[in-house]
């Protein structure tokens, strides 16, 4: 309950709005990820603030995300039907009374939110929003402590006379992760606003942690779970140019060495630098990779590159499933099957074996593949090569935005491959997106990820402009000193054509750099009209060099069909069977579409299938549908069999159609299967 003073006082103003300390960098761009002065890196992303969206796919998405998702998403944290949020600092301030009540990481989903909502002002200048971003920020300030530590559940528990409640007692409470949500945060509204609040508060925040681990000790080096708290502290470097948070990043990534009864789902059972495998929790794993990165591109220190590309192919040629989801267990073990049995450790929500990758069963949590495109990202903004754009795009379409349901409110914590009714165990999250789980890490991680989609979609570097991901927008921004703005008009994902007019641009040479997916055979390039004869493609990217003049043209062509998929013969799940992908988008049977008394189960691709493209404006917020003729098969039911000798089976056509995978779980409860039996 709010205390009498709260209401009628209302919120303690800070004191620091607008406030700009000058050993702060100069204010240019709303970037997420700012490696505009990285060392290291080989292209650096535009602001937030400098793509506008026009039309199409991306447009439509963030539509929906800042006039739905955020705004709902507030509604729920500042309330009480669920659990507190806003409340819990509140009654950390003293400002209300109660216990804490939710997961000991709900103060990083808080942070989330508040980064999704800030990214939107950035472009929309919503005076609701600043409003509630600015109540937000005081509510986070007013409940530190004064030596900079911030963390709820122990704030709540010690101001109601716990005198157990200590930080950093247990390696599980989340403490670092959410301090590391923090500091991103507060950094990004930094760069959007220009106003020092929350930038000082993470600032405390990081202070507190350079003094509590300068001398860690093997139990303190184990308060690293899901650490998000190296991409804070890196990021935080970058922002203020304080060279004691670089230092301090350093130090949560050499502190793993100190560990001594680690294991593999925390990624801490051998030094990061002997590691070669993508292993154990999925989120930990590649928020631990994605902040190694960053480390990287400010230090250069040559142990950490070689780790994170083995790892990342691991990931993608032998743990990735052709959505880009990554995690594909519920509960296992690892090092599974190792002759190292006395490092064997439990492992949840996890990356399996090689070419472990069930479908029933297959748990894909978003949080896992939103990290899966943060670490992709860094890695090409390390190498400038187009396969990390593809991977990350992959993810983008497919396993993350099937997080979220097309009415932008609701949402899913796993992302299976194949559901089926019954499921062949009890497993524990639902087949159904829900408006809220006590765990509800994913719902504004998956906001704050299309709040920031622009700051993905181009890239720069010394006299070369990078097309990373396609869509109606243009881009509006200084390069070589001068201003450069085009214009980019496509129906991406549903047609490979993007068309760009050059609006302004400096008068000295630069190179346009467009990237080719692997998906694209027989791309075409036109310049005014002109098709290049031969593409000057690097790493994935067709350059285009030349001074470039107000009315100039470019149009890419890159060619969408819908492909038949399969899987390496290891991947013992998918044998003799195909998925269907079309561009980026991979698609799925979901069985309302299937006529009455037709199982997923029943449904056979002809090898020859014939598959048509057909683009519904009016149909699941408009998509392209992939119809042709399949057949259905006429089986027993199994009842309590576990085998049964093969016998024929007859066969009758029916006409299939598929949808895009993210789009599936829209129209009411169903089972879905992206995988199917070939014939």
């Known amino acids: 309950m709010l205390r009498p003073s709260f209401v009628l006082l209302g919120f303690v103003r800070l004191t620091l709005v607008g406030m700009i300390s000058l050993e702060m960098n100069l204010l240019t761009a709303a970037d997420i990820v700012d490696t505009s002065n990285s060392k290291f890196t080989v292209t650096s992303p535009v602001g937030l603030d400098e793509v506008h969206w026009t039309e199409g796919f991306w447009a439509d998405r963030m539509n929906v995300c800042r006039e739905k998702s955020i705004p709902a998403m507030w509604e729920l944290m500042k309330g009480h039907e669920y659990k507190p949020f806003l409340e819990h600092f509140l009654i950390a301030a003293g400002l209300a009374d109660g216990d804490h009540h939710g997961a000991k990481w709900n103060d990083g989903d808080f942070y989330k939110w508040l980064e999704a909502a800030i990214a939107t002002v950035a472009v929309t200048d919503d005076s609701q929003l600043r409003d509630a971003i600015n109540q937000s920020i005081e509510a986070i300030g007013l409940a530190q402590r004064p030596d900079g530590y911030i963390h709820t559940p122990v704030l709540i528990a010690q101001r109601n006379g716990d005198t157990n409640a200590k930080p950093f007692q247990d390696r599980h409470a989340f403490e670092m992760y959410n301090m590391g949500h923090l500091m991103t945060t507060g950094c990004i509204h930094y760069r ?72 593999d789902d925390n990624q801490d059972r051998i030094p990061f630098v002997e590691q070669r495998e993508a292993v154990g929790h999925a989120v930990r794993a590649n928020y631990l990779y994605a902040g190694a990165a960053d480390l990287y591109a400010e230090t ?42 006395q490092h064997i450790t439990r492992v949840h929500q996890s990356y399996g074996r090689n070419y472990q990758l069930p479908n029933t069963t297959s748990h894909n949590e978003t949080c896992a593949n939103i990290a899966n495109l943060m670490w992709s990202w860094r890695m090409f903004q390390l190498t400038g090569d187009a396969k990390y754009v593809d991977v990350l795009e992959l993810a983008l379409y497919n396993s993350i935005l099937s997080g979220v349901s097309l009415s932008g409110t609701e949402y899913f914590y796993v992302n299976p491959m194949r559901v089926v009714d019954p499921l062949p165990t009890s497993l524990r999250y639902p087949r159904t997106r829900q408006p809220f789980f006590v765990s509800f890490c994913c719902p504004p991680n998956l906001l704050r990820t299309i709040a920031e989609i622009s700051g993905y979609a181009y890239s720069k570097s010394e006299n070369t402009f990078w097309l990373n991901l396609y869509g109606a927008n243009t881009v509006s921004m200084e390069f070589l000193g001068e201003p450069l703005t085009i214009s980019q008009q496509t129906a991406y994902p549903w047609n490979g054509i993007v068309q760009l007019q050059i609006e302004a641009c400096p008068k000295q040479e630069f190179a346009i750099n467009l990237r080719i997916p692997e998906w694209a055979d027989g791309a075409t390039v036109a310049v005014n009209d002109e098709q290049l004869e031969t593409l000057s493609i690097v790493k994935g990217f067709c350059q285009i060099r030349r001074r470039w003049k107000i009315g100039d043209r470019v149009e890419l062509n890159l060619p969408m069909q819908a492909k038949l998929m399969r899987a390496n013969p290891l991947v013992e799940e998918t044998t003799n069977q195909v998925a269907v992908q079309r561009g980026p988008i991979v698609y799925c049977l979901e069985s309302v579409d299937l006529p009455s008394g037709v199982n997923i189960e029943d449904v056979i691709i002809p090898q020859d299938i014939q598959l048509q493209e057909r683009y519904d404006a009016d149909f699941l917020q408009g998509i392209t549908l992939i119809e042709g003729t399949a057949l259905v098969s006429s089986t027993p039911e199994w009842g309590e069999k576990l085998y049964r000798e093969a016998g024929k089976r007859t066969t009758k056509e029916f006409e299939l159609r598929l949808i895009p995978y993210y789009a599936w779980a829209n129209r009411g409860q169903s089972e879905m299967s992206v995988w199917l039996p070939v014939r």
């Open 192 to 263: 959007v606003t220009g106003e020092t609040t929350l930038l000082d508060i993470s600032k405390k925040a990081a202070d507190y942690l350079i003094e509590t681990f300068r001398n860690p000790t093997p139990e303190q080096a184990r308060n690293s779970i899901c650490p998000s708290h190296y991409m804070g502290a890196v990021e935080l470097y970058r922002t203020t140019g304080e060279a004691r948070y670089l230092d301090l990043a350093k130090n949560f990534l050499a502190m793993r060495n100190l560990v001594t009864d680690g294991g």
């Open 300 to 341: 250069g220190e040559s142990d950490l590159l070689e780790p994170l590309e083995a790892a990342w192919n691991n990931m993608v040629s032998k743990k990735m499933y052709i959505t880009g989801a990554c995690g594909a267990l519920y509960d296992g073990a690892s090092p599974d099957g190792s002759a190292d049995q």
